[in-house]
């Protein structure tokens, strides 16, 4: 009798325990959001002393009641989506850097009815690592409140594997708040539903409400996608080995376009162009030595063939992934290709004339920068085919193509 006794109310102090450390942490999780602490803290009441996230739960009840049924009602909801599931029968990665023409290409796949798209899951992720030494903040998901401490680059590695998974397999309770709360969430149309509920009911509670949004689009699509532009090819390549339903897409823009875009977007100064160009060719052109390995289940696709030829090239991209090219696709591809107007924004280069949009940074970027890129990147030029610069005409003048024969196996 006794030992029951003790031993339901242990039940259910643990499941307050847990509970606490959950809003806690995540509390914390979400202070350290350095760059949208107003907005994730308006969306999800944590900031806002006025309102408080045990409210919803207890209701007014018992307090310990009332916590442990939540749990054993968040239990039971996650086993109903998640066990016995199939799932999507194709999982893509969209595998890129920033500034390099992600989210135009991953815009013409996302207009497939078939697919389940999600815009860069580890936005968040990689602040956890970006914190002080010694402060270590836990990740907080539903399945099992696991801590990682992701200052540690291998757990860094491992948990984004665990991410990406879970959002191509739709396990969300694999995903940790923080990131189901980001503003990329609203980047995709098959996502944006479970953005804006997120958006009405706030909190822990809120963001369980609205799960059902995703976990639904998620498993009736045959085809799920990630783009990540934080993934390195070695990290993609053992997911490609555990999961066979697995293929990616390797994005590859001339390296004068993406760093010129990315001093523009203030990723690094002026001055430190060299060092950053050093760094980001000596990744590309790691990843792309990876990347060939795998013929058949990676292919290499360079952003200026694409924006040439959006409707061959897409077109090859479906036949890769398996997904029908119908006339809607077409029809969209027509409307955001063709010239349109485009204003001063350098998040625009996906609208309007595409063929214009991958050729801008000739007319910005001064012949001492392309030189100094030419030369840290000529490995990067090599494999891909892309030509040094001559002179500054021939630079400025935009019907001199800088892009040549590829020396490796590339989507053309
Ligand atoms: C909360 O309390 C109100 C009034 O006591 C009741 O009508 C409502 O059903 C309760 N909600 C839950 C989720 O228990
Ligand atoms: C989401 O919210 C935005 C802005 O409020 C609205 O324009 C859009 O239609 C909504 N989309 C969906 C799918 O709910
Ligand atoms: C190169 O890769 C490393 C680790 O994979 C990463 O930390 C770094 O930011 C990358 N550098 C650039 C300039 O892309
Ligand atoms: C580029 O080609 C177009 C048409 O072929 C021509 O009209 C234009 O003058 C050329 N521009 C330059 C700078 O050579």
Not at 91 to 107: C, E, K, Q
Not at 169 to 194: G, I, K
């Amino acid at each position: 009798m006794r030992l029951t006794a003790i031993r339901g109310m242990g039940c259910t102090c643990k499941g307050s325990i847990i509970v606490i450390f959950l809003v806690a942490a995540t509390s914390l999780t979400f202070f350290y959001q350095t760059s949208s602490i107003k907005d994730i803290g308006e969306r999800t009441g944590y900031l806002s002393p006025r309102k408080s996230l045990i409210q919803p739960i207890n209701n007014g009840t018992d307090k310990l009641t009332g916590l442990a049924s939540t749990i054993e009602n968040v239990k039971t909801v996650i086993a109903r989506y998640e066990q016995n599931i199939r799932g999507p029968e194709i999982n893509v990665l969209l595998l890129t850097y920033m500034r390099s023409g992600s989210t135009f290409t991953a815009d013409l796949l996302q207009q497939s009815p078939d697919v389940f798209y999600v815009f860069e899951p580890l936005t968040t992720l990689l602040r956890y690592g970006m914190l002080p030494p010694f402060v270590y903040i836990p990740v907080v998901t539903f399945d099992q409140a696991p801590v990682y401490h992701l200052q540690k680059m291998n757990n860094f590695k491992m948990f984004s594997k665990r991410l990406l998974n879970a959002f191509l397999t739709c396990t969300f309770s694999q995903v940790d708040m923080a990131t189901l709360l980001q503003y990329h969430v609203r980047n995709s149309l098959t996502t944006l539903p479970f953005y804006n509920c997120t958006r009405q009911y706030r909190g822990i509670l809120g963001l369980f409400r609205c799960l059902p949004h995703l976990y639904e689009r998620c498993q009736r699509s045959p085809v799920s996608i990630a783009k990540t532009i934080r993934t390195r090819m070695q990290t993609a390549v053992e997911m490609l080995q555990s999961n066979p339903k697995l293929k990616i897409i390797h994005l590859i823009r001339d390296p004068r376009g993406t760093l010129m875009s990315e001093l523009r977007f203030g990723r690094f100064r002026k001055s430190e162009l060299l060092t950053y160009a050093t760094t980001f060719c000596k990744n590309v052109t790691e990843d792309l030595e990876i990347a060939r390995t795998h013929p058949d289940r990676i292919k290499i696709i360079r952003y200026e063939d694409l924006c040439d030829n959006p409707f061959l090239l897409s077109k090859k991209l479906y036949d890769f992934i398996g997904m029908e090219f119908t006339s809607e696709i077409k029809k969209y591809i027509h409307s955001v290709t063709s010239a349109g107007n485009e204003v001063n924004c350098p998040l625009c280069t996906s609208r309007a004339d595409s063929k214009m949009a991958s050729k801008r940074w000739r007319q910005q970027i001064t012949i001492k920068d392309a030189l100094t890129i030419d030369n840290v990147c000529s490995n990067v030029f090599h494999i891909m085919g892309y030509k040094p610069v001559n002179s500054l005409d021939e630079l400025r003048n935009l019907n001199v193509s800088f892009v040549a024969e590829p020396k490796i196996n590339v989507l053309r």
